[in-house]
């Protein structure tokens, strides 16, 4: 009775992301991927995820790059003076301090939803934030009422309750991973009240790059579906955030600015490494966990 979505965020980002997620879809390790609207390599994740029949989701970006909605590109909210998003820390402060004007937000947001509607022909499955900024003030109310808009059924709520256990996590990404969690706390009601379904539970802040282990995710998985509440189906749900891909090249992919450190390290071929173990396979066997998007949900 235990359902497990295995999502790959980031799709789109680079080739050599892209041909990661899709190789880990095709051994059965992920289950579904979260498109960026902006990425350099969106076009090529598209042609493989219809080549592959991959469910997709998308991966709402307000942080890096360039707004896909073309007059907010100057003189918004959203942007700095050369028209790139504020970054992960930069929007966190507009969003915190008042400084996002919602109007904009929510044109942004349509925008994303009707790319992505426009070149896979259906609303996505899923949507959750690059950097989680879906769950932000400022951003959640208009996020929740543009997705049910869009018929989109399910959204991430990324608190994972074993968090403070994980002794690996330094403490800037603890206390980072403490505000997304009193966002998450304020966004939950405001999910539900537009209709949007959320997963029993959710686990991938502590097991990102290196620090994915076996026995890590096994631990995790395991606490994630005893503190959850079981579904009125009957199943117990959760959601794995997860990173896969091969180290991007230097100087191609992004959005618009260049890979990322993370991209550019080995860390998620790492996570494709974990992903495609033997051993965890076989954990999902004896705890009685089936895979599934969330278009089987």
């Known amino acids: 009775m235990k359902k497990l979505v295995i999502n790959a965020d980031d799709f789109g980002y680079c080739p050599e992301r892209n ?14 991927a979260s498109l960026m609207a902006n990425a350099d390599a969106a076009e090529d994740a598209m042609k493989l995820a219809t080549l592959h029949s991959v469910p997709l ?29 504020h970054g992960k820390l930069g929007v966190r402060k507009a ?6 004007d919602a109007t904009e937000v929510r044109d942004e947001i349509e925008a994303q939803l009707r790319w992505f509607a426009d070149r896979i022909g259906k609303p996505p499955t899923h949507i959750d934030g690059h950097n989680h900024v879906h769950v932000l003030p400022g951003v959640r109310d208009v996020f929740a009422a543009a997705a049910a808009a869009a018929g989109v059924r399910w959204v991430r709520l990324p608190v994972q309750n074993d968090l403070l256990k994980c002794d690996w996590v330094s403490e800037a990404q603890q206390d980072f991973f403490k505000e997304v ?7 939950r009601q405001v999910f539900l009240q537009q209709g949007l379904r959320l997963t029993d539970s959710f686990v991938g802040l502590a097991t990102m790059g290196a620090d994915m282990s076996v026995q890590r995710l096994c631990n995790s998985l395991q606490a994630a579906y005893q503190s959850a509440t079981r579904s009125p189906s009957g199943h117990v749900t959760c959601e794995l955030m997860v990173h896969p891909g ?7 992919g992004g ?8 991209s550019l390290s080995h860390d998620r071929r790492h996570e494709m490494t974990v992903l495609g173990d033997g051993r965890l396979k076989e954990f999902y066997k004896e705890e009685g966990i089936e895979l599934c998007s969330f278009a089987d949900l």
């Open 255 to 262: 959005c618009g600015q260049g890979p990322d450190d993370f």
């Open 57 to 85: 989701g998308l991966h709402l970006n307000l942080t890096e790059g360039r707004p896909v909605c073309n007059r907010l590109r100057e003189g918004s909210s959203l942007v700095d003076g050369d028209g790139w998003f």
């Open 246 to 252: 091969y180290p991007s090249m230097l100087g191609c």
């Open 95 to 100: 969003a915190y301090s008042g400084g996002l």
């Open 181 to 187: 969690e009193d966002d998450c706390r304020e966004a």
């Open 19 to 32: 041909r990661g997620i899709v190789e880990s879809y095709l051994h059965g390790d992920v289950t579904t």
